[in-house]
């Protein structure tokens, strides 16, 4: 796809000499995609780059069309763990289409949870769950109940609501990701995500609660982990940093006398 997205883009330029034409930027989107899937992250930034600037220099910078450079670039913003310039492009991706188009309508949906990742890493636990569940709310209804793309929400709202000490919701709400993706056709290391994040919500859950069957709730957690790490082994290549994540959690979970575990 990336090569045929290239070849378009020479095509283009013969078309039309200048490059700045929005039918370049779509092409650059495309191909921007096509790269960030190839894991090419900072070429594809580029593209998206230019698909921005091409469409405000041709449309204006108020133009809905803005909407999906400015998401994508948020998205490779939160990649790079840099919140504060996801939040400014979220933020304005959400102001565009607030006046174009409905409160509840599916482009909004990836803005919302791009920035309740952002509120999320700013330690905002209460904005963040906001967010989530508003985004939540807008895919259920576009894509139904079983939709994959409702796992990023869920996994979001676990993470938050474990933080606010929302323990049993947190650990419905990654048990509820958790059995989308493992009944959908999708990334092993997508379903290792989502089954890593319920071993350290169970085994919180299970710890703090002080229940009769603490002990049989923690050994599933650490059943979860090891399969979640099993599935970061056979990826091709191997996801070291989260078998080293995971290797740390188990390490400090299976040590003799550890009866309680610190917070996550």
């Known amino acids: 796809a990336a090569d045929r997205q290239r070849r378009a883009a020479e095509l283009g330029a013969e078309l039309f000499p200048d490059g700045n034409h929005p039918f370049i930027a779509n092409i650059l989107l495309d191909w921007g995609s096509a790269l960030e899937n190839l894991g090419q992250h900072d ?46 492009y979220f933020e304005r991706v959400l102001g565009l289409l607030d ?42 209804k576009a894509q139904g109940r079983n939709h994959p793309q409702l796992a990023y929400p869920l996994l979001g709202l676990c993470r938050v609501l474990a933080r606010r000490g929302q323990y049993q919701t947190a650990l419905e709400s990654c048990t509820r990701a958790l059995n989308i993706r493992e009944t959908k056709q999708i990334d092993p290391t997508l379903q290792a995500q989502a089954r890593f994040e319920l071993a350290q919500i169970t085994w919180e859950t299970a710890t703090r609660r002080g229940a009769s069957n603490a002990e049989v709730e923690q050994a599933r957690a650490l059943v979860l982990a090891r399969r979640a790490r099993d599935a970061y082994a056979q990826a091709t290549p191997p996801d070291s940093e989260s078998i080293e994540r995971i290797d740390g959690w188990m390490d400090d979970r299976e040590s003799p006398g550890n009866e309680r575990p610190s917070p996550r």
């Not at 780059?49 to 999906?68: M, Y």
């Not at 409905?102 to 906001?130: F, I, M």
């Open 43 to 88: 070429e594809a930034r580029e593209h998206y780059l230019r698909a921005l600037k091409i469409i405000e220099d041709n449309l204006g910078k108020d133009h809905p069309d803005l909407a999906t450079p400015l998401t994508n670039l948020g998205s490779m913003a939160i990649r790079r763990e840099d919140y504060k310039t996801a939040m400014t």
């Open 99 to 140: 006046s174009t188009v409905e409160s509840d309508h599916p482009d909004k949906a990836r803005p919302l949870y791009g920035l309740g990742v952002a509120y999320e890493h700013r330690g905002r636990w209460r904005k963040a769950s906001s967010l989530f569940k508003r985004a939540l709310t807008i895919w259920e």
